[in-house]
Structure formats: C-alpha cells, structure tokens
C-alpha cells in the first residue's frame, strides 16, 4: 500500500475526514475539511501497518550535490497568495539532496481542501541540475512568508522542512534553534527515530489578516499525529499549537514539544578551540519555570562525552533553549549573527502532570552540529491505541525579562585555577537587583561533590548587575553537579543556577 492509498483508505473511518487524494491534474478537485479532519486521518493511520513515505525521484534529482540543490529556488512571483494582501505568502521547497520524501500540500478555503499541485515552472533551477518529464513530484516542504520587519515587504516568516522540523523568527531575527512534531528515541543506543510530517493543510487567511492556520499529519513507524498550528508573527513570533499523538505501540522514550539547537563554545565552555570568535551558539542556556514557581537555569556545555540530564516536574510553567547574549561584540561575527538568532520558549496550555524536561548535550567538533535537544517526558509512557493531546505556545523571539520577581543569571564564566580547582564567576542582571540591600546580599553555592570554598558576591558597576564567584575543588571527580542563587537574607531574588562539570 502507497502512501495515497493508505490516505485514501483512512478516509472511510470518518466522513468528517474528507481529504482530497494528491495528482497534479487535480488543482480543481476538493473535498470538505473540518477541524477534526487531519485527526481523524491520524487515528485511522495510527490503527494500520506503517508505510515509509515515497523518496521516489527522477534520476535527475536523486544525487543532486549540496550547492545544486541550494540552486533550485522557487519563483516568488508564483507565490502562493502573492498580491493578495492576506497578510502572507507561501513558497515551495523541491524536492531533492536530503528532502527527498514527497510532501503533499493542500489549500483550505471555503471549507474545502484543494491540492497544491506541483509545477516545474514554479522553480528555477541551476545548470547542473538535469532535466525530467514532468511529473507530480510533490514537495519537500513550505515556508511562509508575512511583513514583520517593515509593511511593505514580505519577510521569510517560518519554514517547515525535513521530518517534522521547523523553525521560525520574530522581528529583526535571523534563523537559529528548530522545534520538532516530536521525538523517538532521542540518544538511544540503537538510533532515533524521526516522525514525518507528510501533509500539510495550509488554511486561506482573510485579507489583512494577523495569524495564519497549518494543519500537519505526522507518521513514523511508532505512531501517527495531528497538529494545528496557528502563526502570528511580530516583535515575538507566536504558535499556538495542538497535537493529538496515536502510538501504534508503547513510546517509552518520547519527547513532546522538542527543541533542537546548537552549542559550540562560550565562556563555560572552549576547550581545544582557537577561534576569534569569543562564542559560537545558536542558544547558550535551558530556562525552566517549574509547576513550583521556581526559576530554573542551566548553561550550556560541549561536552566530550554524551549528558544527559533530567529535570523532575509536575504541570510545568515553561521551558525553553534561549540565547541571552544579545550583542554583536559578544559574538564578532559578520557572517552568521548569532546575536540575532531568537530564543524558543515552550508554555504549556492546561496541567501536563508529572513528567521531566529532560536535555541532552552531544559532542561535536563543528558548528554546523545541531548538538543540543530538550523536551517534555511524561512520567506516563504513551502507550499503542491510546491517545495523548497536547497544548503549547510556542515563543519565537528574544529573551525579555519578565515579570518574575527573581533575577537572571546572564554569564557564566569558567577558568582553572589549577588542575584540580576551578573558578566560577556568573553574572545577575534584572529589575529586581535594583532594590535589594547590599549588605543582605549573599551567594549559596552547593555541590554535589567536591568542595565549595571562596564564595563572594558584589555588585557590578560596569553591568549594572551582580557578581557570584565561587571555586570548586574537582579532584578525582567524573561530575559534579553544582548549584547556586543569590538571597537577600533567606529570601531568594535569583533564579537557580544548576550546572554539570565535566572533565
């Protein structure tokens, strides 16, 4: 069975899933959408043997190098919505390199679903691409595109490419961190597994409309899902995003609402790097707001061997990958602008009982590594024929300080003083410093292991903030894990720093 047959056989679970089948001659053709349309083909997929989605290409396409794919580009004349004043516009990827499985997309408008069909002459292509017949090739996937840096220019808004990734900017931003559908396996022995994203409905906004509505059916061989997603670019660019997850067997080792982002080196971490640059990350720390209320924060590492670290929690407030360093000389690079990339908070809808934020840093040597992955575990395993619904907000954007009343840890510095004792010297920044009494200020550092000695805090003129410094001794130690906040007598007015050395 093919993937359009086995979408077609879906179809008969439920007339409210009417789902139009994908030809390219077929532009004209619709069938009825509903809210629960993409959800209904979901459980009736979930309930049926897993069909791999087709990579089947024309020999033209199927070794294409990386700069030969980079030079199809579609026309933006032949945008989707283009001139229409709705507030958006979309734009195609090819298939091709590693986007090889085709991608059905679909136009709702009126209440009826239509298919996009696929057309050569939407594309323009390089000189070592080849030629083919033409065919209903399909997508890779789509980006959209909305005026969120100036009114009269439609600015690249979001992009939905590769398995279930996409990623997104908010206003004066460049790409960094991804998000995901969701995660299998995520540094299992025996290899992840990636779900699908293998149609997408893309709902007709209205003229001058704000928001825009992505339906998105995701496959992998452990489960089927739906998701909706509704965008609504600006100064912080939102999803709001409901997903219902079918397991065709037991998920032990899922990850919901996953983040994937990429940590080289900073001032906590450049071991082994001669590079100008004074850091190289898309995100330098995970933020977590516990179902407690208490402020969590956790610098990043380059480890050399794999971590992995899990964060017990009950209905979770958020958690999110963040770039706090926001300047240009925290960076000194012209070409990749890593004090532009946004940072990606996830904001639970609804109590997500008990469960674990659980992160992971994997060694690399590249920056071109997506190293870093964090994401919700329910403490219940989702298990085969059941079903598990989810509701998130997704914060695409900078790093603001909020209204909590805790203050925020915005370096971490790390040096040795010898083999054996290390100096840790962090920095608080926020309103919250500004009315503290100095003489009440004091530093608690603890550690698991090792000793704690020559902790001082002061403030600092130059920043406007605190400094907490501390040493460790590490002596024989293969981890130590250390925490620290700042207290005005015995009450806190920092979030916790936690952090996990490493040799």
């Known amino acids: ?66 700069d030969e794919y980079r030079s199809i580009r579609f026309l933006p004349a032949h945008a989707l919505w283009r001139g229409e004043k709705r507030g958006f516009e979309v734009e195609f990827f090819h298939r091709g390199f590693f986007y090889k499985p085709k991608v059905e997309i679909y136009e709702i408008a009126d209440g009826d679903a239509r298919v996009i069909p696929y057309r050569r002459a939407d594309f323009s292509f390089g000189d070592g691409v080849g030629q083919w017949p033409e065919a209903d090739l399909g997508f890779a996937g789509f980006r959209l595109h909305a005026p969120i840096n100036r ?78 997603f509704t965008i609504r670019p600006g100064e912080t660019t939102i999803f709001d995003v409901e997903m219902t997850l079918f397991p065709r067997v037991d998920i032990p080792h899922s990850g919901l609402a996953p983040l994937t982002s990429m940590f080289f080196f900073g001032p906590n971490e450049r071991k082994d790097v001669e590079d100008f640059r004074p850091q190289v990350h898309d995100s330098d720390g995970l933020t977590m707001l516990n179902g407690r209320g208490v402020a969590l924060w956790r610098p990043l590492c380059n480890p050399k061997t794999l971590q992995i670290s899990a964060f017990a929690d009950g209905n979770p407030r958020r958690f999110g990958l963040v770039q706090r360093d926001k300047d240009f000389p925290d960076y000194q690079d012209l070409e990749s602008h890593f004090e532009r990339r946004p940072s990606l908070v996830v904001e639970p809808i609804g109590d997500w009982g008990e469960g674990s934020v659980v992160l992971f840093e994997i060694p690399t040597k590249q920056e071109i590594h ?134």
């Open 1 to 66: 069975m093919n993937r359009r047959d086995l979408l077609k056989a879906s179809l008969a679970a439920s007339a409210a899933a009417v789902i139009p089948p994908a030809h390219a001659a077929a532009p004209a053709h619709a069938a009825r959408f509903s809210p629960a349309s993409v959800r209904e083909v979901a459980r009736a997929l979930a309930a049926k043997p897993y069909v791999a989605p087709s990579d089947a290409l024309p020999d033209a396409l199927k070794t294409l190098t990386y």
């Open 151 to 228: 009114p009269d220019y439609y600015d690249e808004l979001c992009v939905f490419l590769g398995a279930s990734y996409f990623r997104a900017v908010a206003k004066g931003e460049v790409y960094g961190l991804s998000a995901r559908g969701l995660a299998i396996d995520t540094g299992d022995s025996k290899g992840e597994e990636f779900p699908f994203f293998k149609a997408f409905w893309l709902e007709r906004p209205a003229v001058g409309a704000t928001s825009v509505v992505v339906h998105a059916l995701l496959d992998s061989k452990s489960a089927a899902g739906s998701y909706r």
């Open 370 to 503: 997506d190293n870093i992955v964090a994401f919700w575990r329910p403490k219940q395993t989702p298990v085969a024929k059941s079903e598990k619904s989810l509701t998130y907000r997704l914060h695409w954007g900078p790093d603001k300080a909020r209204t909590d009343k805790f203050a925020r840890f915005t370096r971490t510095g790390l040096s040795a003083k010898t083999n054996d004792v290390k100096l840790f010297v962090l920095e608080l920044a926020g309103e919250r410093l500004k009315s503290v009494n100095a003489a009440a200020i004091k530093g608690v550092v603890s550690a698991d292991k090792g000793k704690i000695d020559h902790v001082v805090t002061q403030p600092n003129p130059e920043t406007g903030g605190w400094r907490l410094s501390f040493e460790v001794d590490v002596k024989d130690q293969k981890a130590v894990e250390l925490r620290a906040t700042l207290k005005e007598g015995d009450a806190p007015v920092s979030e916790i720093w936690i952090y996990r050395w490493t040799p």
